[in-house]
């Protein structure tokens, strides 16, 4: 077992409401599970916020592949139009080569 630990930001450019998006991150060896945890995020109001606004990130594991985990950011904020950023950490248990058989 060998455990590595990536992390990865998703700029969020100026939208209205939920958005989702879909990423990935690619490791050097085969991922045998994995798991994704907010770092930490930013969200922006366009226009200056106001006490009632909420703001929402959530991110989500949606699998891996054989040397890639693939994961979602969905970001909302209640005030209405922002910008912002949201930084993941991507924690993958990859297979170890195989050692090289003896001479």
């Known amino acids: 077992m060998a455990l590595d630990f990536k ?5 969020i450019p100026q939208t209205t409401g939920s958005r989702t998006v879909n990423e990935g991150q690619p490791f050097n060896a085969k991922v045998r599970t994995a798991q994704v945890a907010l770092q930490s995020f930013k969200l922006d109001y366009v226009g200056g916020a106001r006490p009632s606004d909420i703001a929402q990130v959530t991110v989500r594991s949606r699998g891996h592949g054989d040397e890639d985990v693939q994961y979602e950011v969905t970001t909302n904020y209640s005030g209405g139009t922002y910008t912002g950023e949201v930084t993941v950490l991507i924690i993958a248990d990859l297979e170890e080569p195989a050692a090289p058989a003896p001479h």
């Open 7 to 11: 992390t990865k930001t998703s700029r």
